[in-house]
């Protein structure tokens, strides 16, 4: 199957400071990617749809300004968290599909974000 | 809207036994796709198995198997001969070109294989 990179698994930062996560798809070209967003035990909760080429679409409550979405090619998009505080810790996963409804979503490793 | 219900937020199965994850869905697109997802403690989602609203016949992948019931718009989980490996939480989603193609997932089931 289509495999998806996400990178890095796990960070620690300082409050304050900005964290990139970065989403890869390694053997297909995803014109559009998923940001999820997952407390502990709980559900996905999607965040934005990103776009190649264009704005992401945010979901309502996510603050896009908070939340840096861009997908500059057909096979990256990346999620940074700006001046993140101890509320944004969390798992992070991102998931890219091919276009149709009937293809599986692929979901790269996620990202355990820890801020101190 | 789509929405995705999974009544079941944790079971108890004995290794080597069946069971039944429950799933039920809400929709207004004719064509659908539903998926069912593992993700162990790790995080990781791990693609299991996938049913189309134009399927006739039941998703079967290895000891997973999908009991598709369309008229009760109900997409439930058998697992066969558990094992140890199986516990772990299972996502049901649902994705239709009306959402944009987005995934909406259910609350998700955890599931424990007991020795």
């Known amino acids: 199957g289509a495999v998806v990179s996400q990178h890095p698994s796990r960070v620690i930062c300082k409050s304050g400071t900005s964290v990139k996560i970065e989403c890869r798809s390694l053997?297909?070209?995803?014109?559009?990617m998923f940001w999820y967003r997952q407390f502990p035990k709980q559900s996905l909760m999607l965040m934005a749809t990103?776009?190649?080429?264009?704005?992401?679409?945010?979901e309502q409550g996510v603050e896009k300004d908070k939340f840096l979405i861009n997908h500059a090619s057909l096979t990256l998009s990346t999620l940074t968290v700006t001046s993140a505080h101890p509320e944004d810790s969390s798992f992070y996963i991102c998931?890219?599909?091919?276009?149709?409804?009937?293809?599986?979503?692929?979901f790269g490793q996620g990202t355990r974000l820890t801020v101190v | 809207a789509q929405k995705i219900t999974q009544t079941q937020p944790g079971m108890f199965v004995q290794e080597k036994e069946a069971v039944t994850l429950d799933c039920t869905y809400d929709?207004?697109?004719?064509?659908?796709?539903l998926f069912w997802y593992k993700q162990p403690s790790s995080g990781e989602m791990i693609f299991l198995i996938y049913q189309g609203s134009y399927d006739e016949q039941n998703a079967t992948e290895g000891r997973y198997s999908l009991n598709f019931q369309k008229a009760r718009k109900s997409a439930n989980l058998v697992i066969s001969a558990s094992q140890l490996g199986d516990s772990a939480m299972y996502f049901c989603a649902m994705r239709g070109p009306n959402t944009g193609n987005q995934f909406y997932f259910g609350t998700g089931t955890s599931l424990t294989v007991i020795p």
């Open positions: 990103s776009n190649e080429g264009s704005k992401a679409t945010y």
């Open positions: 053997d297909f070209q995803a014109t559009t």
């Open positions: 929709t207004s697109d004719q064509s659908y796709g």
């Open positions: 998931s890219a599909t091919k276009t149709g409804s009937h293809s599986e979503a692929f």
